[in-house]
């Protein structure tokens, strides 16, 4: 587990130079953080827990099996899975009332988004405190109300991910020209206001009235796209050859690096424009 | 036409203030625009014409009969539908090849994205013209290779739109929720690198390797996302009651006013992470 740290250093380090922790320093953080290989002295008095092994059931399982056994009786035990529903490993656990799963968006440090799904047996008072913590760290936490496969975050990507790759497969926009059109168009809103905030602006009255004047043309065109269709190995390659041209898969790490320190300037615009809110986001 | 003048003078003015203008200032740009109630007056020596009538096909098609019979034979003749192919209100007209769709993203003067849409017969040195011209005014133009229903933006967004829609119907998440999952984690990275970008960075080889990782999961979750689906009226209400809570119908426009500071200030957000590009983005 000492493995770990230099990463946890290097991220706290970066956040502090883009003034991103509210004021503490990353060594005042570090020194609240302590590493151990014993699960049982790692879990003793902890009131939240979090799992972070790889995507695998058979692995979440056996976390969780000695999780439960481990941990005190109301310590919430959180999976980062961002695709198994806990009740797939947690059904047969003694405290099964208590798991939980709290899915951070990658990379957790920058981005705020956690998905926060319950299993149908999982606490209501789990939910909450959950939420809370999640709120209190400075993440933006959203309730699924049931499990569904993809949860949300992958619900919504997918749906836009799978129009972006028809678009190229039916030879209307070359790939780089998807990109243009989501980073520059639709994302500047959505990166602030979200797809219904976004449409409530769309029409004088509102959504209702957006809802009214263009859900008929919108069933139009989503009648024309298929989500049964699967994408046939020229279009995957197509968009990989895109990618590779503007970088070759060698700077995959750099071009990571790039998007954190994009991430993280996001964040301090955030930060910058909550001013812009105050003066002008009229409040009911 | 004096009357849009006021109104240009506003928006410029905006922009000066947000340092937008690259250097000049709004009075620079202001001596440069005239008006006309002649159209024959506005066209001459024009080589680059944009019609942003109302959205009625009878309305576009009498402009552009009237563009067609006055304009000088090599300007180009845009139209600003947002749904409406040209090739529906320019298939007659004498010199229809050089009339072309260039559909500007609201609100115009701050989102940079421009969709390119010929019709079968428009020349093909009107296209690249009409690119280059909105590339030099500092837009972000995208081509279409042909005409489809809903051109390529708002079939992304209605993609998108309808899972949230039925998340929403299936009491999967909140209206809230949604706009929350979508504005702090998807369109956190998409605001600067688009959905394919996004994706080639996550998985260690990217975009293909992505592919060949997850369609398979994508697919499972895509058959669940039918796109035939219509809405209840209820689930409109829902999402309705949840935008009324944070605003007042009346207070839409002072909603929009917010809404294009934001994207300002978004926009000079972009001009100062240049630097970050610069210096961390990798070129092939």
Redesign the interface.
Known sequence: MQLVLPDVTLKLKALQEANLLKGQTADQILSRISTSNLLSETLSGAIYAQECVPESLEMKAKVFKDLDEKAEVHTILASSTS?IPASRFTESLTHRSRCIVAHP??PPHI???V?IVPSPWTDPSVVSKTRSIMTEVGN?P?????E???F?????????????MR?VE??????G?????????????????????T????A?????DY??RY?G????????????R??SQET??K??E????????S??P??????D???M??AT?HV??QQ??EA?????
């Open positions: 695709s968006i990658n981005v705020p988004l998905e933006a959203i309730v699924l109300k049931k569904v496969l993809g949300a975050q992958n619900r919504l990507q997918y749906a836009l991910l799978a129009e972006a678009l039916d030879g209307v926009l070359s790939p020209d998807v990109d243009t059109a989501v980073m520059h168009g639709l994302a500047a809103r959505w990166s602030f206001m979200g797809p219904f905030q449409i409530d602006l769309n004088p009255k509102g959504v209702g809802c009214s859900l043309g919108i069933y139009n065109v989503l009648k024309e796209e298929d989500n049964s699967q994408f995957v390659l968009i990989e895109h990618q590779r041209s503007l970088y070759p898969q700077d995959i750099l071009a990571t690096k790039w998007r320190a994009r991430l300037a996001l615009h910058q424009t812009i809110d002008l986001f009229p409040k009911k």
